[in-house]
């Protein structure tokens, strides 16, 4: 009885039922299905953190008008 052999699979498949049930496996297979998206979704966490990280700050901009800003340019001038 070789490896490769579909009896040989079948046989060990047929004890693992045995041993741990159907429910058990089906079980064990949902967890690993949760952790695999949990880990997934970590992951791509990570990557929005340093895509965030990455991008450059806003710069501060002068919000007052342009009549304000040559007022106060004509008061630097004359002090």
Partial sequence: M?????????IVLLVVVLLFGAGRISGVMGDLGKGLKSFKKGMAD????????????????????AEERSASAV???KA
């Fill in 75 to 77: 008061d630097r001038d």
């Fill in 2 to 10: 070789g490896m490769h052999s579909i009896w040989h699979w079948l």
């Fill in 46 to 65: 990570d990557d929005d953190d340093a895509a965030a990280a990455a991008k450059p700050k806003a710069r501060v901009t002068d919000e007052r008008s």
